[in-house]
Every structure is written in structure tokens, then in C-alpha cells.
């Protein structure tokens, strides 16, 4: 069964601290993706990555970075996080083959930025 | 710019059928996909339409008309657990597999 994990479900950070997220998955899959979801703004995605080390871009990067090592794990940072980034943030993965209309989402972590 | 509408929210009875709609302007076009999300929950795929036409998987139904930029997902039969919000999302085929999202249509059913 297809599976994407995501470290925590819950954060609460202070402003200006270094946040990690990290997510990983178990399907092998070439495409990972972050997003935040805010209510009424849907998913916007902040950084996406289709191959180890390799990153792009996606419609929200300002105050984001990532990394990715492995092909199973894409770390979403934030360098000096900011209330403003509170949210939910929603990790996703899809193959390059196949289903690649499908992408998996995890659970979601949900921070808090005071 | 790229853009996709679906209604805020929807309200519908038990029992009966509901559809929320989607029409996208986008530079190029892949297909349409539907996602579920339960309050508190991720995101799940339910339906893919590249071709025009009706694609049916049990209870709910996607249509897709390329040359009307629309699509609609179908729901019948309504059940409470079917309470949801529902995304519709577009890949645009410009770029590496990226999602165009809709901001998501609340429904909410009544017993």
C-alpha cells in the first residue's frame, strides 16, 4: 500500500527558529512535492523535486528551502520561520510513469508560529 | 494567468445527487483530476479525465469537456461520510508534473 509519511503532525515553533520537515515515502517515487494549504486558498505549492538533489521551484518559495538526498525523503526547511507561515503543510509524491496524474499526499503537519 | 473555479461550498440532502463544477484556463492541458479531502485529513485521488466524456467509478461520476474548459464531478447517492471538500486540479503539461489546484469546494450534506 501506497504510503507518505510526514514527521510531525502537529509543530509549534517561535518566531525566527530554523524549522525542519521532513517526508518520506515508500513507493519508489520520482516526483515529491510541498505545499501549504491555508482556508480558501486550496494547495499552493512552495517547492517540488523530480530527482535527487534536484529542486525547482514552485509558486510560494519566499522563505523556503528544501532538500533532498535520498530519492524516499524531501525535507522542507524553513530558514527563520515567520507567523506568516503558519499553516498546513501538506507533503506529496508521484511516479513519472504509469499514474503520474496521481499524486499521494501524507497526513499533514500542521504549525504553529508564535 | 492559470486559474481554476469551483464553487465555495455546496449543500445537498442525503440521499440525493450533487455535482460541483470546475473550469480551468490554463496554457496547455493534460487532464482534469479530483481530489477528496476529509476535514483533518490528506488529500486522496478519486478520478483522472483526459478525453471528454464521462468516467464512472461507483457512486461518482468526472466529466471533462475539453473544448468548454470544464469538468464536473458527479456524486450519487449521498452518504454523511461523503462530507468533504473536493479539489479539482489540472496538469498543465508545461512543466514537471506540477498540479494546477482548484481552492477546493466545501460540500456539506444534510440528513
Known amino acids: 500500500d501506497v504510503k507518505v509519511t510526514q514527521s510531525s503532525r502537529y509543530l509549534v515553533k517561535r518566531t525566527g527558529e530554523k524549522v525542519f520537515l521532513e517526508c518520506v515515502q515508500d513507493?519508489?517515487?520520482?516526483?515529491m512535492f510541498w505545499y501549504r494549504q491555508d482556508p480558501g486558498l486550496g494547495l499552493r505549492l512552495i517547492y517540488f523535486?523530480?530527482?535527487?538533489?534536484?529542486?525547482e521551484k514552485g509558486d510560494i518559495p519566499e522563505g523556503y528551502s528544501v532538500s533532498r538526498e535520498k530519492k524516499e525523503r524531501f525535507s522542507l526547511i524553513l530558514e527563520s520561520a515567520s507567523t506568516n507561515q503558519t499553516s498546513m503543510y501538506l507533503c506529496?509524491?508521484?511516479?513519472?510513469?504509469?499514474?503520474?496524474?496521481?499524486?499521494?499526499f501524507g497526513p499533514g503537519t500542521r504549525l504553529l508560529v508564535l | 494567468g492559470q486559474s481554476l473555479e469551483q464553487p465555495s461550498e455546496v449543500t445537498a440532502v442525503e440521499g440525493a445527487i450533487v455535482q460541483i463544477n470546475c473550469t480551468y484556463q490554463?496554457?496547455?492541458?493534460?487532464?482534469l483530476s479530483w481530489y477528496q479531502q476529509h476535514d483533518g485529513g490528506a488529500p486522496t485521488f478519486l478520478s483522472y479525465?483526459?478525453l471528454d466524456g464521462l468516467e464512472e467509478t461507483g457512486r461518482f461520476s468526472s466529466f471533462l469537456s475539453r473544448s468548454d474548459s470544464y469538468g464536473y464531478l458527479l456524486l450519487q447517492e449521498l452518504q454523511m461520510k461523503d462530507s468533504a471538500s473536493y479539489f479539482c486540479?489540472?496538469?498543465?503539461?508545461?512543466?514537471?508534473?506540477?498540479?494546477?489546484w482548484g481552492a477546493g469546494t466545501k460540500l456539506i450534506i444534510k440528513p
Open positions: 479525465n483526459a
Open positions: 490554463t496554457s496547455g492541458f493534460y487532464g
Open positions: 513507493m519508489d517515487h520520482e516526483n
Open positions: 506529496a509524491s508521484s511516479p513519472i510513469q504509469g499514474s503520474q496524474e496521481t499524486q499521494y
Open positions: 523535486s523530480y530527482d535527487v538533489k534536484m529542486k
Open positions: 486540479a489540472v496538469r498543465d503539461g508545461g512543466s514537471n508534473y506540477q498540479l494546477i
